[in-house]
């Protein structure tokens, strides 16, 4: 087999990539992903604190729920571990189809759970050992798609093309909002006893069609080019372990992906899940007008990414994302003064901005800026720890750490100053980063 291997040129010349297929099974395929992830987040807001923790009074039953959803968000890292590490050994295509179809398990057996009320405390613990199936399988996801987006992409046009699976995330919001909107009009009793599990055992056939897509596109042409060189060096991808090598050669720019990702991150799953909660217990607002207000920033958001993929191709994508970052340090304020001011208008503006816009900004360069930050035999690893370490500190631990502030201090000031924080330090991070060819060109 090494014979046969190293017998290939170096340079053997690949097709031309369908550039449109791949970005069409990278969007779908993180999008499912992201329906499926953020389904539970939804549904820890409205019903899973009465249904699987009904033993706690309602602010800790809420808590409990949101504890679980955390555990999902904790095991992201761990999934970026593994899928990582095999991604950068065999593969990106192979682990994304496997991280699809481990997402797909996961959330149709959420969908099928038995409540407390039927087997008691097994209930919670089913549903934290599906969180964290959910959380290992979204941590393989996000990096190998980002990847196989840019990989693919010509050079000029790798933040719009590396911005494209992130179109996925807003496509997901839509997706479980959307369904949730639609399930949250039945009355009470029916929601609560049948109507939430709708959006988790309808997922299947979404992961069905995704499957369907990704099997048909190619692995990632900078991954075959690794394999070429190790071949005719006769060293096999599997001499190294990524995640030792990359602490070892790489941790400046590990820790820089996760200070970069951070706020972003925390502010999408502070309005995806702790807002819903506020708007409704602290508020007063219906269940379907909080949802609504996550769906018009979610439908603008999947423009808004794309476009500021095409600004990071003209001006840089580490610019992009530095200012996104300081974009947030002034702006978290003001937003989280308007989600508490008790208007719906206020609210829906607020909730708007921050998911249209500063989230926007921020995310859309993410791919093409985290991908030059390490070695394609490690990119895998490097951009998939980052994003979910980022993801387990900030997104799992951004709905916990919302309700203690508000609970602490009877305000939501705070948690708006906690964000203005985490802005600041993604955006010294993103301008500390290795720049990309556009970021050099303009100094």
Not at 308 to 327: K, P
Request: hydrophobic share 50%.
């Amino acid at each position: 087999m090494d014979a046969i291997q190293t017998a290939q040129p170096l340079s053997r010349p690949h097709k031309k990539p369908n550039l449109f297929r791949i970005a069409v099974a990278t969007v779908v395929g993180t999008a499912v992903e992201a329906f499926d992830f953020l389904a539970y987040g939804t549904a820890a807001a409205l019903v899973f604190n009465k249904l699987f923790f009904p033993q706690f009074d309602p602010v800790t039953g809420t808590l409990a729920a949101f504890g679980a959803f955390a555990s999902g968000m904790l095991a992201r890292p761990i999934g970026g571990i593994i899928f990582g590490h095999f991604g950068d050994r065999i593969g990106r295509k192979s682990m994304l189809t496997l991280s699809l179809l481990l997402m797909g398990i996961c959330t149709v057996l959420i969908g099928l759970l038995p409540t407390y009320e039927q087997i008691g405390i097994s209930a919670a613990v089913l549903l934290v050992v599906l969180r964290i199936g959910q959380g290992l399988s979204f941590g393989g996801e996000m990096g190998g798609a980002m990847l196989m987006a840019v990989e693919h992409a010509p050079p000029k046009w790798k933040a719009f093309f590396g911005s494209l699976p992130l179109v996925g995330a807003p496509l997901g919001i839509l997706l479980s909002v959307g369904s949730f909107a639609l399930v949250t009009r039945l009355p009470e009793a029916d929601f609560l006893s049948w109507g939430w599990r709708l959006p988790f055992v309808a997922s299947a056939v979404l992961i069905v069609v995704g499957l369907f897509i990704r099997h048909g596109i190619d692995e990632s042409p900078e991954f075959e080019q690794v394999k070429r060189e190790k071949a005719l060096a006769r060293q096999p991808l599997e001499e190294k372990m990524p995640l030792g090598e990359l602490l070892r050669t790489h941790g400046k720019s590990l820790i820089l992906c996760i200070g970069c990702k951070i706020a972003e991150v925390t502010l999408i799953y502070t309005f995806l899940v702790f807002s819903v909660s506020y708007a409704v217990s602290k508020l007063g607002f219906s269940r379907t007008d909080a949802l609504h207000a996550l769906l018009y920033g979610a439908g603008v958001l999947m423009f808004t990414i794309p476009l500021f993929g095409v600004l990071a191709d003209r001006i840089g994508a580490r610019r992009v994302c530095g200012w996104g970052g300081m974009f947030l340090g002034v702006m978290a304020i003001p937003i989280f003064l308007a989600v508490g001011s008790g208007s719906l208008v206020a609210y829906s503006i607020a909730v708007f901005i921050a998911m249209a816009f500063n989230y926007a900004i921020m995310i859309a360069p993410q791919s093409n800026l985290y991908s030059v930050q390490f070695p394609a035999e490690l990119r895998y690893s490097g951009l998939s720890i980052g994003v979910q370490f980022s993801a387990a500190i900030g997104g799992g631990l951004a709905p916990l750490i919302s309700a203690t502030l508000v609970q602490k201090f009877d305000s939501i000031l705070p948690v708006g100053i906690y964000l203005a924080f985490l802005g600041v330090v993604a955006g010294t991070s993103a301008f500390l980063m290795k720049p990309t060819p556009q970021d050099a060109r303009r100094g």
